[in-house]
């Protein structure tokens, strides 16, 4: 299972960005898809998921109601769709899969990871 996410870049506070996350995966409805961010000298960590055929979700407590977590299984792709960012949203985002789980917040839980994509926010 190969994992590629894109779609970060600069952009101004309150602005949008929607990162996707493309699968390569025989049947990409066995996965559960997380997005996690790295901000800038500190540890990973939990963003939202989206369990294998999209009827669940989780979020951290900090992006509930501005982010929005969703997958189409027919194209093998996971979104994120971002609103309202705030530059403490400044991260490396993942996303990542795992076969076993319908959701999970735990980095430790996900078996595949894709390579990250920066998204900067600016003040």
Do not use: H
């Given at each position: 299972?190969q994992?590629q996410a894109?779609?970060?870049?600069l952009?101004?506070?309150g602005?949008s960005?929607?990162?996707?996350?493309a699968?390569?995966?025989r049947?990409?409805s066995?996965?559960g898809?997380?997005w996690?961010?790295?901000?800038?000298?500190?540890?990973r960590?939990?963003v939202?998921?989206?369990?294998?055929?999209?009827?669940?979700?989780?979020?951290?407590?900090s992006v509930?109601?501005?982010?929005?977590?969703?997958?189409?299984?027919?194209?093998?792709?996971?979104?994120?769709?971002?609103n309202?960012?705030?530059?403490?949203?400044?991260?490396?985002y993942?996303?990542?899969?795992?076969g076993?789980?319908s959701?999970?917040?735990?980095t430790?839980?996900?078996?595949?990871?894709?390579?990250?994509?920066?998204v900067?926010?600016?003040?």
């Amino acid at each position: 299972v190969q994992l590629q996410a894109s779609g970060g870049g600069l952009v101004q506070a309150g602005g949008s960005l929607r990162l996707s996350c493309a699968v390569s995966a025989r049947t990409f409805s066995r996965y559960g898809v997380g997005w996690f961010r790295q901000p800038p000298g500190k540890e990973r960590e939990f963003v939202a998921a989206v369990s294998q055929f999209g009827t669940a979700t989780d979020y951290a407590d900090s992006v509930k109601g501005r982010f929005t977590v969703s997958r189409d299984n027919a194209k093998n792709t996971a979104l994120l769709q971002m609103n309202s960012l705030k530059p403490e949203d400044t991260a490396v985002y993942y996303c990542a899969a795992e076969g076993i789980k319908s959701i999970s917040t735990l980095t430790s839980e996900y078996d595949y990871w894709g390579q990250g994509t920066l998204v900067t926010v600016s003040s």
